[in-house]
């Protein structure tokens, strides 16, 4: 057998594996939304499968959120093989707003005295997460002291902090501690933010939208 026979053996035997790889990968990922369109059913909540050029995911929607989690490529197609694909899961709300003031609560930064540097971070997440719309907002102490070693609370009126950081929203927090959530509240509406997470187990699912759900109670 020579040279040219072994390549092109070879080359057929890549070309099968690659193929069966891709049919597993697709069951895997209608299996998975059909799975997850279950659950939505089982709760009451509308279900949507989202298939774009350059994202993927789903959508759930409740009586007044909607929560999306997706999967995007950055300039090219969403494929199994690619590095570049990025992901985050989202839930908005236009029912619980402050009018010309902003709450935004994030993972605390290390402890570390930054001194005036510290505060410039500070400023920049603000900047980053809300744009000119974050000016004057300072750090709020609220909530239980394991809370507050473990989150950042900034505000226009800490009243505002007060108010829609109750327990049950403090726990919820807690539970999803790992993913990092980040929580704003502006005059646009309530935004939970997961970068870099896409939400697919049933209960970090439940726990996500239980949060949404225990900040509206708030209004």
Do not use: C, H
Request: no cysteine; proline share 3%; glycine share 8%.
């Amino acid at each position: 057998m020579n040279d040219i026979v072994l390549s092109l053996i070879v080359i057929a035997l890549t070309g099968v594996v690659v193929a069966v790889i891709f049919i597993l990968t697709k069951r895997a990922k209608k299996q998975q939304l059909e799975r997850l369109e279950g659950l939505a059913r089982q709760k009451g909540w509308q279900f949507e499968a989202i298939k774009e050029r350059l994202s993927n995911g789903y959508r759930m929607k409740g009586g007044n959120w909607t929560l999306e989690a997706l999967k995007i490529a950055r300039g090219q197609s969403v494929e199994p093989q690619q590095s570049n694909i990025s992901s985050e899961t989202l839930l908005k709300s236009s029912s619980l707003y402050l009018p010309g003031r902003n709450l935004l609560v994030g993972p605390k930064p290390a402890q570390v005295d930054l001194g005036g540097f510290g505060e410039m971070l500070k400023q920049k997440l603000i900047q980053t997460v809300l744009g000119d719309s974050g000016k004057g907002m300072a750090e709020v102490q609220t909530g239980s002291s394991f809370f507050r070693e473990r989150f950042m609370t900034l505000a226009n009126d800490p009243e505002d902090a007060r108010r829609i950081l109750t327990p049950q929203v403090e726990q919820l927090l807690l539970k999803l501690e790992a993913k990092k959530p980040v929580l704003k509240v502006s005059q646009a509406g309530l935004e939970i933010k997961l970068d870099n997470d896409y939400l697919e187990k049933d209960d970090d699912i439940i726990n996500f939208v239980e949060l949404g759900e225990a900040l509206l109670k708030t209004r």
